[in-house]
């Protein structure tokens, strides 16, 4: 996912500029660039990590106290120099960087050529330069110009755009985040806070069709395209500070955010009770309801879903984000949708919401993100209230979503207080599986697993919840191929795939027991390895992981040793935990 930055102030913006992009490397990308503006527009642009990319670059090359920069994800266009941001325009007055998509820039550029424009790159973004030039010799403005450009455009964008010889950046937002730092007599404009926080934690999010402009006397006006007037913009200070999105004195920023979950988690059912009453409100009348995420979010969604039948007796659609629109044709307006998206951003869920508003559903955001476009979204909205997580895996997000839907199906029940208190007794359970102790088990583990081609891992009910997810983080962060499968779907067919020696984690529960360790058995019986997840050691387990029996809770509580054993992995194959290959943090691409 790209990420912007850009600075305007009383000191040099080149320093800025490049720290505040380092602070979004987390995001995922493949190339850099900045321009700074002085009487004329200085560029650089490079392909590569920050380091490697700007290895040679001397940053007085990059004069001027109003600056952009950017850090390119490839969606259209190549990974090279010529395709990284920012995009300049033809007389190279206007320089430009964006976050997002433009669903129509093939129109947009055929116009521009045909009016003469000579296009560098062949991305999407480079057309906004060219549309802003061009407006700008219909005699507009700067400011109009942009105005009146970022109206032609469809699709998603979070737009920065400076003038040459000119002190004020022109900032734009719709659905892709964009948030301004105060600072004293400067300000700071990001994709998301963790690239502005070292400064500030005074803040303010721009909302959906916002255009600022922001002069260097640290003065801004808002405008917004819809209500085509000039609007106020309230100023917010963030509840966390630089430290909790550094590492502390762990290595990664996943085995971080792993360690924070005794806290995440107790934090994750501190809701306004009036919001919780209304949401289940909205559940008991409701004709339908669905569960709509991906990845780690999904098997929140399914884990849920099992909580809602169980505890509430409530039946929930549970549907990845991305064939959500296979059911649009019977959502009416009395559907509800829990869109769940921990960054708030992925397009695949703010796909499904807008098909949800299209046939009149109503939309509860679960989202951990202030500001974030699916928050802007729903109807209604709950916090995870688990802070920032970094690193590109959901750990701590993940067990505060599944927290949340606990919290929700025995909030049904009329039963939040059994819940509130089953949680609080997690606390010491969590602490125990992030321990050092712990640690140190699972590390033998990985060790012996470090060089597995395959493993297995298979549950049932809540198990087999936390079996998918356990799976995804081990694969996506060890690059070790991994599955999951419901232990009842063993016979019907994954159990070809075990061979002597195939390691297989064996997920128990106290309410399936017998079940799972049958499908134990069958795999012991064809030279599986069986790593068992459980209350107590079983007969045929080789290695055993413990952990406490938490009933509705397990889900909580065993995918923790999961994810450290994930950690491990990486580490061991000599990865690196916090960006793995191929993955950013937020896909904000269909
Ligand atoms: C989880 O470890 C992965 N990083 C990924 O599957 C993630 O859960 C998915 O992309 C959804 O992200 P979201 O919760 O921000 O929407």
Request: hydrophobic content about 40%; overall charge negative; proline content about 2%.
């Given at each position: 996912?790209c990420?912007?930055?850009g600075?305007?102030?009383?000191?040099e913006?080149a320093?800025v500029?490049l720290?505040?992009?380092?602070?979004l490397?987390?995001?995922?990308?493949?190339?850099?660039?900045m321009a700074?503006v002085?009487?004329?527009?200085k560029?650089f642009?490079?392909?590569?990590?920050?380091?490697?990319?700007?290895?040679?670059l001397d940053?007085r090359?990059?004069?001027?106290r109003?600056?952009?920069?950017?850090?390119?994800?490839?969606t259209?266009?190549?990974?090279?120099?010529?395709?990284?941001?920012?995009h300049?325009?033809?007389?190279?007055?206007i320089?430009?960087?964006?976050?997002g998509i433009i669903?129509n820039?093939?129109?947009?550029?055929?116009?521009?050529?045909?009016?003469?424009?000579?296009?560098k790159?062949?991305t999407?973004?480079?057309?906004i330069?060219h549309?802003?030039e061009?407006?700008m010799?219909?005699?507009?403005?700067f400011?109009?110009a942009c105005?009146?450009s970022f109206?032609?455009?469809d699709?998603?964008?979070?737009?920065?755009?400076?003038l040459?010889?000119?002190?004020k950046?022109?900032?734009?937002?719709?659905?892709?985040p964009?948030?301004?730092g105060l600072?004293?007599?400067?300000?700071?404009f990001?994709s998301?806070?963790?690239?502005?926080?070292?400064?500030t934690?005074?803040?303010?999010?721009?909302q959906?069709?916002?255009v600022v402009?922001?002069?260097?006397?640290?003065?801004?006006?808002?405008?917004?395209?819809?209500?085509?007037?000039?609007?106020k913009r309230?100023?917010?200070?963030?509840?966390?500070d630089?430290?909790?999105?550094r590492?502390?004195?762990?290595?990664?920023?996943?085995?971080k955010?792993?360690?924070?979950?005794?806290?995440?988690?107790?934090r994750?059912i501190?809701?306004?009770?009036?919001?919780?009453?209304?949401?289940?409100?909205e559940?008991r009348?409701?004709?339908?309801?669905?569960f709509?995420?991906c990845?780690s979010?999904?098997?929140?969604?399914?884990?849920?879903?099992?909580?809602?039948?169980?505890?509430a007796?409530v039946?929930?659609?549970?549907?990845?984000?991305?064939?959500?629109?296979?059911?649009?044709?019977?959502?009416?307006d009395?559907?509800?949708?829990?869109?769940?998206s921990?960054?708030?951003?992925t397009?695949d869920?703010?796909?499904?919401?807008?098909?949800?508003?299209?046939?009149?559903?109503?939309v509860i955001a679960?989202?951990?993100v202030?500001?974030s476009?699916?928050?802007?979204?729903g109807?209604m909205?709950?916090?995870m209230?688990?802070?920032?997580?970094i690193c590109?895996?959901?750990?701590?997000?993940?067990?505060?979503?599944v927290v949340l839907?606990?919290?929700?199906?025995y909030?049904?029940?009329?039963?939040?207080?059994?819940?509130?208190k089953?949680?609080?007794?997690l606390?010491?359970d969590?602490?125990?599986?992030t321990s050092?102790?712990?640690r140190?088990?699972?590390k033998?583990?990985?060790?012996?697993?470090?060089s597995s081609?395959?493993?297995?891992m298979?549950?049932?009910?809540?198990?087999?919840a936390?079996a998918?997810?356990?799976?995804?983080?081990?694969?996506?962060?060890?690059?070790?191929?991994?599955e999951?499968?419901?232990?009842?779907?063993?016979?019907?067919?994954?159990?070809?795939?075990?061979?002597?020696?195939?390691?297989?984690?064996?997920?128990?529960?106290?309410?399936?027991r017998?079940k799972?360790?049958?499908n134990?058995?069958e795999?012991?019986?064809r030279?599986g390895?069986?790593?068992g997840?459980?209350?107590?050691?079983e007969?045929?387990?080789?290695?055993?992981?413990k952990?406490?029996?938490?009933g509705?809770f397990?889900?909580?509580?065993q995918?923790i040793?999961?994810?450290?054993?994930?950690?491990?992995?990486?580490?061991?194959?000599g990865?690196?935990?916090?960006?793995?290959?191929?993955?950013a943090?937020?896909v904000?691409?269909?």
């Amino acid at each position: 996912m790209c990420g912007i930055v850009g600075y305007i102030g009383c000191s040099e913006a080149a320093p800025v500029l490049l720290k505040g992009l380092k602070n979004l490397e987390y995001r995922g990308y493949d190339s850099v660039g900045m321009a700074t503006v002085s009487d004329s527009l200085k560029v650089f642009r490079g392909v590569g990590k920050i380091e490697k990319a700007t290895e040679n670059l001397d940053l007085r090359t990059l004069q001027g106290r109003v600056g952009i920069g950017h850090t390119r994800w490839a969606t259209h266009g190549d990974v090279s120099e010529k395709n990284a941001h920012p995009h300049l325009d033809c007389k190279k007055r206007i320089a430009i960087v964006h976050n997002g998509i433009i669903e129509n820039y093939k129109d947009l550029r055929d116009r521009l050529v045909e009016k003469g424009h000579e296009f560098k790159s062949n991305t999407d973004s480079e057309v906004i330069a060219h549309l802003i030039e061009d407006n700008m010799d219909d005699a507009m403005s700067f400011e109009e110009a942009c105005i009146t450009s970022f109206k032609e455009l469809d699709g998603s964008y979070a737009v920065l755009a400076v003038l040459r010889d000119d002190q004020k950046i022109v900032a734009a937002r719709k659905d892709s985040p964009l948030v301004i730092g105060l600072g004293e007599g400067e300000l700071y404009f990001a994709s998301d806070v963790s690239a502005l926080i070292e400064w500030t934690k005074d803040v303010v999010y721009l909302q959906n069709h916002d255009v600022v402009v922001a002069t260097a006397e640290g003065d801004m006006s808002f405008y917004n395209l819809i209500e085509e007037q000039e609007v106020k913009r309230r100023r917010d200070t963030v509840g966390w500070d630089a430290e909790q999105a550094r590492k502390g004195e762990f290595e990664h920023f996943m085995l971080k955010e792993i360690s924070e979950q005794a806290e995440t988690v107790s934090r994750a059912i501190l809701q306004d009770d009036e919001v919780i009453e209304r949401i289940i409100d909205e559940v008991r009348r409701a004709k339908g309801v669905f569960f709509v995420g991906c990845g780690s979010s999904y098997h929140a969604c399914l884990a849920g879903s099992y909580l809602f039948s169980k505890v509430a007796g409530v039946h929930v659609n549970l549907v990845l984000a991305s064939e959500f629109e296979n059911y649009e044709h019977f959502l009416t307006d009395e559907t509800l949708v829990f869109a769940v998206s921990q960054s708030g951003e992925t397009a695949d869920v703010l796909d499904a919401v807008k098909a949800a508003k299209r046939r009149g559903s109503k939309v509860i955001a679960v989202t951990n993100v202030v500001g974030s476009s699916l928050m802007r979204a729903g109807d209604m909205m709950l916090l995870m209230n688990s802070g920032p997580e970094i690193c590109v895996l959901s750990t701590k997000t993940y067990t505060s979503q599944v927290v949340l839907m606990a919290f929700l199906a025995y909030a049904l029940a009329g039963k939040r207080d059994d819940c509130t208190k089953s949680i609080r007794n997690l606390y010491m359970d969590i602490f125990n599986l992030t321990s050092k102790t712990m640690r140190e088990h699972l590390k033998g583990l990985a060790a012996l697993l470090v060089s597995s081609e395959h493993i297995f891992m298979i549950g049932r009910g809540l198990q087999y919840a936390t079996a998918l997810e356990a799976a995804l983080k081990v694969k996506e962060v060890s690059y070790i191929h991994t599955e999951a499968f419901a232990g009842g779907e063993l016979k019907h067919g994954p159990l070809a795939l075990i061979e002597r020696g195939t390691p297989v984690f064996i997920f128990v529960g106290r309410n399936n027991r017998e079940k799972v360790l049958s499908n134990a058995h069958e795999v012991k019986a064809r030279g599986g390895v069986l790593i068992g997840i459980s209350e107590q050691d079983e007969e045929p387990f080789d290695m055993w992981i413990k952990v406490p029996e938490c009933g509705n809770f397990n889900p909580i509580i065993q995918a923790i040793p999961m994810q450290v054993l994930a950690y491990e992995l990486a580490v061991q194959r000599g990865l690196d935990p916090d960006k793995p290959r191929n993955l950013a943090k937020c896909v904000t691409v269909l």
